[in-house]
Nanobody, 124 residues
Framework: QVQLVESGGGLVQAGGALRLSCAASERTLSSYAVGWFRQNPGKERDFVAAISGDSRNGYYAALGKGRFTISRDNAENTVYLQLNSLEPANTAVYYC?????????????????WGQGTQVTVSS
């Protein structure tokens, strides 16, 4: 069982930046691909980014390309999502799930473990 805890969310003005963190209880986090998804009430979870266990491959949804960067520090059992040039449309709860195996996926159904999420609110 992998426990994941997201942090770093908050209220920011449009154009601002946040760095989200996803701390994992798993000591061998390199065995897991980790993704970031976002969700608003009544809507489905949208893929934001994912990173393979060895950090060699990163994947981004169109909504964040050029503005968001996913990275990981396996020694610290932590995955990060840097959010730059934020827009009000980026407001959501952001989740970081982990996937057994190392590939990473844009489908939420491919992930085995989920954190509780962190709220990001971007004001105009």
């Amino acid at each position: 069982q992998v426990q994941l805890v997201e942090s770093g969310g908050g209220l920011v003005q449009a154009g601002g930046a946040l760095r989200l963190s996803c701390a994992a209880s798993e000591r061998t986090l390199s065995s897991y691909a980790v993704g970031w998804f976002r969700q608003n009430p009544g809507k489905e979870r949208d893929f934001v980014a994912a990173i393979s266990g060895d950090s060699r491959n990163g994947y981004y949804a169109a909504l964040g390309k050029g503005r968001f960067t996913i990275s990981r520090d396996n020694a610290e059992n932590t995955v990060y999502l840097q959010l730059n040039s934020l827009e009000p449309a980026n407001t959501a709860v952001y989740y970081c799930p982990a996937q057994s195996g190392t590939a990473g996926s844009s489908s939420p159904y491919e992930y085995d473990y989920w954190g509780q999420g962190t709220q990001v609110t971007v004001s105009s």
